[in-house]
């Protein structure tokens, strides 16, 4: 996997400088590359999380392995201080039946700017970077993915994925949780608002509780 991975991520090599070349005096970290760790292949549910930006990331457009090793000591979140993101990702890992920390996490921006959202001619120059994360899911071949990217990010998901269809589930509505249905995409995938939303709107207990649902019923 991590040779397959390296070897997408080195053909964009070029497309990485670009970025960086366009925009060489502002602080745009990155990219985020992926390298999950031994436990992500062993789940029955394999999990992946697709969030929108980092805060902040290891900086060095001209090194793969670099960038590699960054993803591997951050392990998906073990030592990051308990943010809704990896608070409410570790629950759902637990709801799934999945050990802890055995999750992928892979981001629709591959790089952040200022520690924040790209935005203006930045996120149109980052979002050509956008069907990388194609080529990702068909690497890691997930069970499950979930899309933390919220409704802000559904016509960036439609470009990636054509035809990419936003399916509503019973109870819910379609901005804060729903299905996603797509050839390229596993039967089960859904997007949902961004883990600190779901806390600030009090629906996270309801977030993981029809995750459960769905792992008991369907998965």
């Not at 390296?6 to 060489?24: E, G, V, W």
């Not at 998906?76 to 759902?92: C, D, H, M, Q």
């Not at 998901?157 to 390229?184: A, M, P, S, V």
Request: proline fraction near 4%; glycine fraction near 6%.
């Amino acid at each position: 996997m991590k040779e397959k991975l390296t070897k997408l991520y080195s053909s964009k090599l070029n497309a990485f400088k670009l970025i960086r070349d366009t925009f060489p005096n502002d602080d745009l970290a990155g990219p985020f590359l992926m390298s999950p760790n031994i436990l992500y292949g062993k789940q029955k549910n394999k999990l992946m999380i697709i969030g929108q930006q980092t805060k902040g990331w290891s900086y060095d457009h001209k090194n793969i392995n670099n960038q590699l090793e960054a993803y591997e000591e951050f392990n998906v979140g073990e030592n990051y201080y308990a943010s809704p993101f990896w608070n409410i990702t570790r629950k759902l890992e637990k709801t799934l039946g999945n050990d802890m920390l055995s999750c992928a996490w892979t981001n629709l921006n591959k790089f952040d700017l200022d520690e924040d959202r790209p935005y203006g001619e930045y996120e149109k120059a980052i979002a050509e970077l956008d069907s990388i994360l194609i080529d990702e899911i068909d690497i890691l071949k997930p069970n499950i993915c979930m899309f933390y990217t919220g409704p802000d990010f559904d016509n960036r998901l439609k470009d990636i994925f054509t035809g990419l269809n936003f399916i509503e589930i019973d109870g819910w509505n379609i901005r804060q949780f729903c299905k996603l249905g797509h050839e390229k995409l596993p039967e089960n995938s859904y997007r949902s608002y961004h883990p600190k939303s779901l806390r600030i709107q009090h629906l996270e207990e309801r977030f993981i509780s029809q995750m459960r649902n769905f792992h008991l019923y369907k998965i």
